[in-house]
């Protein structure tokens, strides 16, 4: 049978041959240190390996982007991890986690009533099971990427009372897991959250503990969502770097250059380790994501209430420019402080880029430069059933299992030119062979939607359909369906769709409430006018009988 056709150029995500003893052998010794000379020797040479970099890469910046000595870093540590421990917000992923899914305590509490445990900073006995713990971090640390807390809240929480533990996603269908991520955005997310969760049962039900190993065997997992749940489901002292870690660290230590650059992102990696407290890493690197998102934020950042004001070289920046402005000095290059050994520092702003008085610290971190989405357009139909007692129908087609909004549903759709010309034959024979002969008379253009993915801004042009009154459509080829209207609000469609159906929604309404305001209106329908009003309404107003015999003598 055939396949829908897809509006957008997928992306097939390239998959690597099958490795399941490599990955079991990985997985049943990523706790456990190599005990073989050949190992221990191989352990010992990747740290050394690591070091000289670090080396390599202080060496070629200006100690001014630096922490000067470990008491430096100690203070960091301390200001910021007191100022999270009063500060932090209370969401759902930051609850304990029970053996029996229950608790909703913070995690940390006196310690008169809980016991040190290696990995977490303090853990009731007995109450914690380390992975669900590491699930529930997972999933919140993939929902949270490109999507704000407050739209990932709810969703979190439909979808660990939906599938409370690892072995339960697992037994999930792809079809559920769409469903409840609809909207989500970034669809493939859920599908990796998904694969990987059948690959940990697959291995033994344990997900790995260490950042390293993570990123080697579960799809979709990156270097900081890995170090997120090693740090915070299992204490590995390993650093992270996302958004909001990224520009914390870029005015903290005034780093003007891109950060998106390879130099630029290691050294921010490079700084994120070392700052990174080993008694509480996971507390850490969340105290250190929550000031990001709360106080060092991209625009009007809260200056006066953070925590490590006092270490901030951005905000030092600030007072001398302030200082230099109210004294009429002529403003000087950052030399004073930044002092590279030779030719321009890596990591300040370039000379094309000065500073910005009235940005102030929001001068840093550099904006980067991004590509434009590329242009596509589509031609869309909702194609309705109408019934006699109710009940329409809408016909659905489901997109390939790869690529872009893979496995999700959406409405039958061709490929269109990008000048706008909408293909309404080739739409028409792109319904008929789902849903049989159909009378193109009744396809009509309703307007259009426009949704940009995260590359592709998309151009829906938005055709509608109804059969009213005709035989009803019985054929159901596979990878189709027909949803009442209810079960469509529900259904895995993605927010494109929505926003399709909600112009053809509007387009019927509209149709009705112009069907109803062509009526006569009676005169206690009427809005009441003035008295003047009045007498230029009914001089202008044509009369309209509106007694019964009047109207049948205008009829004859």
């Known amino acids: 049978m055939k396949k829908p056709r897809t509006a957008v150029r997928t992306c097939r995500r390239k998959q690597a041959s099958s490795q399941e003893g490599r990955e079991k052998q990985v997985l049943s010794s990523s706790p456990v240190k190599p005990s073989t000379p050949d190992g221990e020797e191989l352990r010992l040479s990747q740290g050394l390996a690591r070091r000289q970099k670090e080396v390599v890469l202080r060496a070629s910046v200006s100690p001014y982007h630096l922490f000067r000595d470990t008491a430096e870093v100690t203070v960091f540590r301390e200001n910021l991890l007191s100022w999270y421990d009063r500060e932090k917000r209370d969401l759902p992923w930051r609850r304990r986690v029970s053996r029996q899914g229950a608790g909703t305590e913070g995690w940390h509490q006196p310690p008169s009533t809980l016991t040190p445990c290696p990995g977490l900073h303090w853990q009731a006995e007995g109450e914690v099971d380390p992975d669900r713990r590491a699930y529930a971090v997972w999933v919140s640390e993939v929902m949270l990427q490109q999507t704000q807390v407050a739209t990932v809240i709810d969703y979190y929480t439909r979808w660990m009372q939906k599938w409370p533990t690892l072995q339960d996603l697992a037994s999930a269908s792809l079809e559920e897991v769409n469903q409840l991520w609809a909207g989500l955005g970034y669809y493939s997310r859920g599908r990796w959250l998904q694969e990987g969760a059948q690959k940990v ?74 700052l990174v407290d080993p008694a509480r890493p996971g507390d850490f690197n969340q105290a250190a994501m929550e000031l990001g998102a709360t106080v060092c934020t991209p625009q009007h950042p809260r200056c006066s209430q953070c925590p490590v004001q006092s270490m901030c070289r951005a905000h030092q920046r600030v007072e001398r420019e302030q200082l230099l402005a109210s004294q009429s000095l002529p403003s000087s290059p950052d030399v004073e402080e930044c002092a590279p050994s030779t030719g321009q520092c890596q990591l300040c702003a370039p000379p094309t880029e000065p500073w910005n008085q009235t940005l102030g610290v929001a001068n840093f971190p550099r904006k980067a430069s991004r590509r434009p989405p590329r242009e596509e357009c589509s031609a869309i139909c909702v194609l309705e059933q109408l019934r006699a007692l109710g009940g329409a129908r809408i016909l659905l087609v489901q997109r390939p299992k790869s690529g872009l909004l893979a496995g999700l549903w959406e409405f039958p759709s061709v490929t269109a030119e990008p000048s706008g010309r909408c293909p309404r034959e080739a739409l028409l024979q792109e319904l008929q062979s789902w849903a049989g002969p159909l009378p193109a008379t009744h396809l009509q253009h309703l307007g259009q939607v426009v949704h940009t993915f995260s590359h592709i801004k998309l151009t829906y042009q938005v055709y509608g359909l109804a059969l009213e009154g005709q035989t009803p459509v019985t054929i159901t080829p596979p990878g189709t369906r027909w949803l009442t209207r209810e079960e469509f609000h529900t259904a895995a469609v993605s927010t494109a769709m929505k926003k399709v159906f909600r112009v053809y929604e509007g387009q019927r309404l509209g149709t009705c409430k112009r069907s109803k305001t062509s009526q006569v209106s009676t005169p206690s329908t009427r809005r009441k006018l003035s008295p003047g009003q009045q007498v230029l309404d009914s001089f202008f107003r044509p009369h309209i009988p509106t007694d019964a015999s009047s109207l049948k003598s205008m009829a004859q």
Request: proline fraction near 4%; charge should be positive; glycine fraction near 14%.
């Open 201 to 274: 049962v697959k291995l033994g039900g344990h997900v790995p503990h260490t950042a390293e190993t993570l990123q080697k065997l579960l799809p979709g997992v990156g270097r900081y969502t890995a170090g997120a749940i090693a740090s915070i489901a299992f204490g590995e002292a390993t650093g992270v770097v996302d958004g909001n870690v990224v520009r914390v660290l870029c005015r903290v230590r005034a780093i003007g250059a891109d950060p998106g650059s390879t130099f630029v992102s290691q050294q921010l990696w490079s700084l994120a380790q070392q």
